[in-house]
């Protein structure tokens, strides 16, 4: 199943830095960037503040970008509960973001990306961010680590959404591709 066109915001949470990027598929694997960015909030600032700029900041990028799904880093335990509440509370703003406007949104593990981007689920941010540079055929690695995370998620997506297309297709009822 060829999903070629499909433009895939990749989301790296974070409520002091949060990785924006949007790639699109190309024939087979391959990935063309369209924009790559991170966006910062002031740590000293209430968490409301910091969540509505945020908000505005995602909300921004899709209407620029209009992207046709979103995927975004599944929070885990990082061993500070106050920094995993704050990545919680982030992630609730993005996912509303994509929500309004009935764009499906995608969560993957740290490892997940790893495993699919590098082909080593426990690769550093070395080599993340070298193969990212690689895959995208980039003239400089994305800076800092927020932009080329949100990249990998990005192409993550891309790689995995035909199968998970045909998944989808296999379990729907009526379905004529679960029957062959």
């Known amino acids: 199943m060829s999903l070629e066109n499909l433009r895939v915001m990749g ?12 790639v699109q598929a190309g024939q087979g694997r391959a990935v063309l960037p369209v924009a790559v960015g991170v966006v910062r909030t002031p740590a000293g600032a209430e968490l409301t503040e910091r969540l509505l700029r945020l908000s505005n900041a995602v ?3 899709m209407d ?14 990082r061993g ?5 509440m704050n990545t919680a509370h982030a992630v609730g703003v993005l996912m509303l973001a994509a929500a309004q406007r009935g764009i499906p949104v995608h969560m993957y593990t740290p490892s997940e990306v790893k495993k699919a981007v590098s082909g080593n689920g426990r690769a550093d941010k070395r080599q993340m961010t070298i193969m990212i ?3 995208l055929g980039l003239s400089e690695a994305p800076k800092p680590a ?10 993550c997506h891309c790689w995995r959404a035909p199968l998970l297309a045909r998944t989808k297709a296999a379990l729907e009822p009526n379905s004529t591709e679960g029957a062959r």
């Open 80 to 84: 500070n509960v106050s920094t995993v």
């Open 11 to 22: 989301i790296d949470p974070g409520l002091t830095r949060c990785g924006l990027s949007v």
């Open 64 to 77: 620029d970008y209009q992207p046709e799904v979103v995927a975004i880093e599944r929070v885990f335990e």
């Open 59 to 61: 909300n921004d990028w």
């Open 133 to 135: 540079t690689r895959i």
């Open 146 to 155: 927020d932009a080329a995370d949100a990249l990998a998620l990005a192409v």
